[in-house]
């Protein structure tokens, strides 16, 4: 079973039907292998050595890369606000906004999608160039659960990880934002904080946290689903990373999407 | 005396859409016997062989290992069949990530038969299996760092760590040099008397055939052509069996 590659099926010279169709087989392998993931989550012994190398691999590896983007977020949103708001007489004001717009919204989005890139494309090519030398094979003949070692980890790491990266980049940002208005005023590092939570409800901070986690999960599964089922090659290779960062970024748009009408229901 | 059978296939069938790679094929293997199945690619021997260990469901057909009926087993009994089962793969299919020790340490330290071994035991059953392969120099190379024929002699320490009954070899000789080939044969002979295992060898590399066979059977278009020893098949009727050990 190849996994899905939404460009690549457009692109193919099939009818949108059978493209269509394709595509709901795809929906209906990805049930199906989420429904292997949590039977084997519960079932014998948790592989936490390689949970927390997999945990190693996803969260410090991307450190840098979130903590560059994360400081150049905080600090383009200031530099871009700050003439607006000033020439409204609201400057005051900035650091709540950037708070609150950070927490809710464009961290958790903008460090899922950086993640997906990263991590995403990684777990695809890696486990469909293990598929692809037979070394998942090996590990099934050896009696050994390809699914708990290879899937399980990846996407318990992903989940676990990706909501503790949004909040060292939600930091992150608000420090770039501090930077930004310090070359503009005098204002304390103090006093920036508690202008930033000045307006701070719980409500704004839970919802996010929780849909990073479920970003964070489907990360890992969707990137675990194209590289498992790769069944192309070296051309399956580069098709299953591609897929993974394609599919998991547009998922990352839906729940996130998804987010903000139940938030809006609830709060 | 007669030898036990250990392994039965009858009438195995299997397609791929429309293509049928495999048309009613049968055959046993006996204990301590090593079986060759030549055969040019594309003729389905590594399809029959992935059938054995269940990595592919056949169409139809049956399957006896060890006296089970593979189509009838469930996850855990097929687990147990493959736990006497070694898969030597024609790459070796080495876990790249991790060292020669540790890839034969991974399926030992999950497998339930060795679980009453301490990690020293383990260290030196690994090392035992290194030392019967001329291995134990690259205990701590990593894959990426060895040659073909180095990663097929790992891939069959890892497979001899679990004690196998039985053994597949998957072209063990394609891609290796004359000089490394005859290593291979001589390994795949010495670890027949030494561990006592009988073996499927699929090859299409006559000599290793000759050499480590000791019943062949010629795989056409997805049928057993002919079976034998090999002085047999080279006086066969058939002028196309013939051919082939020309």
New interface residues.
């Given amino acids: 079973m190849a996994g899905i590659n939404i460009w690549y099926l457009w692109t193919m010279n099939h009818s949108p039907a059978g493209n269509i169709e394709r595509i709901l087989l795809e929906v209906g392998g990805l049930a199906r292998f989420t429904g292997l993931f949590f039977r084997n989550l519960f079932r014998g012994r948790f592989e936490s050595r390689e949970f927390i190398n997999q945990c190693y691999r996803t969260g410090y590896h991307s450190l840098l890369l979130i903590s560059i983007t994360a400081i150049i977020l905080g600090l383009v949103l200031t530099l871009q606000t700050r003439p607006i708001l000033a020439g409204l007489g609201a400057e005051a004001w900035l650091p709540n906004m950037v708070f609150i717009s950070i927490i809710t919204e464009l961290g958790p989005v903008i460090f899922a999608l950086l993640f997906a890139g990263k991590v995403g494309s990684g777990i695809g090519a890696e486990l469909s160039s293990m598929r692809v030398t037979e070394q998942i094979d090996a590990m099934e003949v050896s009696a050994t659960n390809p699914m708990k070692f290879l899937v399980v980890t990846r996407v318990m790491a992903t989940t676990v990880m990706l909501p503790l990266l949004v909040f060292y980049g939600d930091l992150l940002s608000f420090l770039g934002s501090f930077l930004g208005l310090k070359a503009y005023s005098d204002i304390s590092f103090q006093l920036f904080f508690s202008r930033a939570f000045s307006d701070f409800f719980f409500s704004d901070i839970f919802p996010a946290t929780i849909k990073t986690v479920f970003f964070g999960f489907f990360i890992g599964l969707i990137s675990s689903y194209m590289g498992y089922y790769s069944d192309q090659g070296t051309e399956g290779v580069g098709r299953s990373a591609n897929s993974a960062v394609v599919v998991s970024s547009l998922v990352v748009f839906l729940l996130d999407l998804i987010a903000v009408q139940i938030t809006d229901l609830i709060v | 005396m007669a030898k036990e059978r250990i392994l039965h296939i009858s009438n195995l069938t299997k397609s791929f859409g429309d293509n049928r790679v495999i048309e009613g094929v049968s055959f046993s293997l006996f204990s301590g016997e090593n079986l060759v199945m030549l055969g040019k690619s594309g003729t389905g021997k590594s399809v029959i062989m992935?059938c054995i260990?269940?990595?592919m469901e056949a169409d139809s057909g049956e399957i006896n290992v060890f006296g089970k009926n593979v189509s009838n087993c469930r996850e855990r009994e097929m687990?147990?069949i493959?736990?006497r089962?070694g898969?030597l793969?024609?790459?070796g299919?080495?876990?790249?990530s991790m060292s020669i020790r540790e890839n034969l340490l991974?399926?030992a330290r999950?497998?339930s038969r060795l679980k009453k071994f301490t990690e020293n035991e383990l260290e030196d059953l690994v090392e035992k299996n290194l030392e019967n392969v001329g291995l134990i120099d690259a205990i701590d190379k990593m894959p990426g760092e060895l040659s073909g024929g180095m990663k097929k002699r790992a891939?069959l320490a890892?497979?001899l760590m679990?004690s196998p009954e039985m053994i597949i070899y998957d072209e063990p000789t394609t891609g290796l040099d004359p000089f490394t080939s005859d290593a291979i044969n001589d390994l795949i002979l010495k670890i027949q008397h030494e561990y006592k295992t009988s073996s499927i060898i699929i090859t299409h590399d006559i000599k290793c055939a000759e050499v480590t066979g000791d019943r062949l059977l010629l795989l056409h278009d997805g049928k057993i052509v002919a079976e034998g020893m090999i002085n047999e098949l080279r006086s066969h009727p058939d002028v196309e069996v013939r051919d082939y050990f020309k």
């Avoid at chain 2, 299919?93 to 790249?96: H, N, V, W």
């Fill in positions: 992935k260990v269940g990595l687990n147990e493959r736990t089962i898969y793969f024609q790459e299919a080495l876990y790249d991974f399926p999950r497998n891939g890892r497979t679990l």
